[in-house]
T-cell receptor, first 116, second 112 residues
Framework: GAGVSQTPSNKVTEKGKYVELRCDPI?????LYWYRQSLGQGPEFLIY????????DSGLPNDRFFAVRPEGSVSTLKIQRTERGDSAVYLC??????????????FGPGTRLTVL | GESVGLHLPTLSVQEGDNSIINCAYS??????FIWYKQESGKGPQFIID?????DKRQGQRVTVLLNKTVKHLSLQIAATQPGDSAVYFC???????????FGTGTSLTVIP
């Protein structure tokens, strides 16, 4: 595709519910990143995939957060038992990086999650 | 980990003037730096990068200056235009790692 796409663009849910956020990276990009951006803050790293595997999940705040990338392309960020503090914009980025050199990350528009 | 901070949360400039956005970082071993632009409702967009073996790098209307002695970098935008209104972030990656540390951002407003 032309760029990184994310769906939905907005998600409103109730406290305690389960949500899934989807990211479609640029075709051929092996590296995929999830970030969380709170209001007035810069993006905060959550997890990094190289191919199908989560190479670095050290940014996930707790075990309610989980992400998968089963075929090395589309990724889904899953949040269980959502809390109001999870409200943020969730950004996805992809790059052609192998993870050992710095390559430009291309960001999607984000999914704005609101937990009521 | 890395700590990245911008000096001013907001900046207003007249159209046609030059803009300077500053950023400080904490890790003296950092060797790569990126500036991103984020418009409302969009993801961050790469503007320019610089490696630690350089002091200055120029792009189209933008210049990044790196002062490793005081761990400071700046983004200069020449002849600022209304389309430059956005939030600007500096970002520093983990050395050979996957995490990018972003500053809190400077919101630039261009006054026509």
């Amino acid at each position: 595709g032309a760029g990184v796409s994310q769906t939905p663009s907005n998600k409103v849910t109730e406290k305690g519910k389960y949500v899934e956020l989807r990211c479609d990276p640029i075709s051929g990009h092996t590296a995929l990143y999830w970030y969380r951006q709170s209001l007035g803050q810069g993006p905060e790293f959550l997890i990094y995939f190289q191919g199908t595997g989560a190479a670095d999940d050290s940014g996930l705040p707790n075990d309610r957060f989980f992400a998968v990338r089963p075929e090395g392309s589309v990724s889904t960020l899953k949040i269980q038992r959502t809390e109001r503090g999870d409200s943020a914009v969730y950004l996805c980025a992809s790059s052609a990086s192998s993870g050992t050199v710095y390559n430009e990350q291309f960001f999607g528009p984000g999914t704005r999650l609101t937990v009521l | 980990g890395e700590s990245v901070g911008l000096h001013l949360p907001t900046l207003s400039v007249q159209e046609g003037d030059n803009s300077i956005i500053n950023c400080a970082y904490s890790n003296s071993a950092s060797d790569y730096f990126i500036w991103y632009k984020q418009e409302s409702g969009k993801g961050p967009q790469f503007i320019i990068d610089i490696r630690s073996n350089m002091d200055k790098r120029q792009g189209q209307r933008v210049t990044v200056l790196l002062n490793k002695t005081v761990k400071h970098l700046s983004l200069q935008i020449a002849a600022t235009q209304p389309g430059d209104s956005a939030v600007y972030f500096c970002a520093v990656p983990e050395k050979f790692g996957n995490q990018f540390y972003f500053g809190t951002g400077t919101s630039l407003t261009v006054i026509p």
